[in-house]
């Protein structure tokens, strides 16, 4: 799908996320705000003044210790257990398929409503472990370096499609504390990335509150600054992203010039590189993020030169940030072939030297296909040949 132009509807609204519910079956909790949940207890007959203490009962029990039967949240009385299981559900996506990596990485594919599916990966590092969850099935954008994007938007994740990613990883991983244990320090779970398929951005209600169920201190907890939201830059939601979630940002900038960031990365169209940086200069402040992440695909002959290093250095002037540095990841049919390992480093080199982190991401996961930019449903590449997908990508 191309991007959106100007005489549409707003970039926000939701028409392509489905009801939360079928006609005449259960609401689904999961993905709902407190004061919906709340609302939802009213509606289906919970007194109005014990629906707050209720609902925050509840939401202990599903997003703190990760329980889906209602017979289980026994600080509840017996009979509102039964008349809670009769009218609403607790569920979260289902996973098909679990694949390991020879270096631990982890990629499940789930399947949520409507028989679609989506990839999420788990990142186990020596300080951390980063989860890379999907906002959309397919992708709005079709950024020429990525697999992602040859698989066209099926359509928007609800928020409890979102936030039951990382309840999914979080059973996978066997992470739910018990009720009355000690708290345990270390998580196995402790950073979300909203890298996987999608422009987050384009889905911005359900992004932002499933981020807020994730950042909940009666919940899942995590801090707003162990979450990174990655956009390829949808300029008018980059200062609502800063005021209502204010979680880390981090850009798909991967160009240094307007002609190859419009083929890289075809949203640059809409709004150029200055656009887009006179944007970015405003969120550290709004937001009160540290640093903003440039994420920078090195790609072979098209934006590795020391000249597009430089070029980089005095683009970013002035807005705090650190480089990510990627080195491509090929997928069968890809236009692009990685750089060198001696221009990436000299690529890094002159970053460093300009006084900016910049790291050079070691690639997770290749043999299973859950790098960075290889991302795509099973059932959706699948479908398609390689004949195909090099006849989406000029390439044929």
Not at 91 to 99: G, R
Not at 206 to 219: H, L, T
Request: hydrophobic share 40%; aromatic share 6%; with cysteine.
């Amino acid at each position: 799908m191309s991007v959106p132009s100007s005489n549409t509807a707003p970039i926000t609204q939701d028409v392509l996320t489905i009801p939360r519910k079928l006609p005449d079956g259960p609401l689904n909790l999961v993905g709902l705000t407190r004061e919906a949940l709340r609302e939802a207890l009213i509606a289906h007959g919970t007194p109005e003044k014990q629906a707050k203490m209720r609902a925050g009962q509840i939401w202990q029990w599903i997003y703190q210790w990760g329980v889906r039967d209602f017979d289980a949240m026994t600080n509840l009385s017996k009979a509102y257990r039964s008349d809670l299981a009769r009218q609403f559900v607790v569920e979260i996506p289902e996973v098909v398929s679990k694949q390991v990596s020879s270096d631990g990485t982890r990629k499940y594919l789930v399947r949520i409503a409507g028989g679609h599916e989506v990839e999420v990966v788990y990142i186990p590092e020596t300080d951390r472990g980063t989860l890379c969850i999907s906002s959309q099935v397919g992708c709005t954008l079709t950024c020429s370096f990525c697999h992602t994007g040859t698989q066209k938007l099926v359509r928007n994740l609800t928020a409890g499609e979102i936030v039951g990613q990382i309840m999914v990883a979080r059973d996978d991983l066997n992470e739910w504390p018990v009720p009355g244990a000690p708290n345990v320090e270390t998580r196995l779970l402790s950073n979300i990335v909203l890298m996987g398929m999608g422009e987050p951005l384009y889905n911005f209600e359900n992004v932002r509150d499933a981020m807020k169920i994730a950042m909940d201190p009666e919940g899942i907890q995590l801090s707003r600054r162990r979450i990174t939201l990655s956009t390829s830059g949808v300029v008018p939601e980059i200062h609502r992203t800063a005021a209502e979630i204010g979680c880390m940002l981090a850009v798909s900038f991967h160009a240094t010039t307007d002609e190859v960031r419009d083929r890289l990365v075809p949203i640059n169209k809409k709004w150029n590189i200055e656009t887009l940086l006179d944007a970015l200069r405003a969120y550290p402040k709004v937001s009160n993020s540290e640093r903003i992440t440039f994420e920078y695909v090195m790609l072979n002959g098209i934006n590795d030169t020391d000249e597009d290093a430089h070029r980089l250095m005095k683009l970013i002037e002035g807005i705090p940030a650190k480089i990510n540095l990627i080195p491509f990841n090929e997928w069968p049919g890809a236009p692009y072939k990685r750089s060198s390992n001696n221009r990436i480093r000299a690529f890094a080199d002159i970053v460093h030297r300009a006084g900016y982190a910049s790291p050079i991401r070691t690639p997770r996961g290749e043999d299973i296909m859950a790098a960075c930019g290889q991302l795509k449903s099973a059932t959706e590449r699948a479908r398609k040949s390689r004949r195909q997908i090099e006849a989406e990508t000029g390439q044929g």
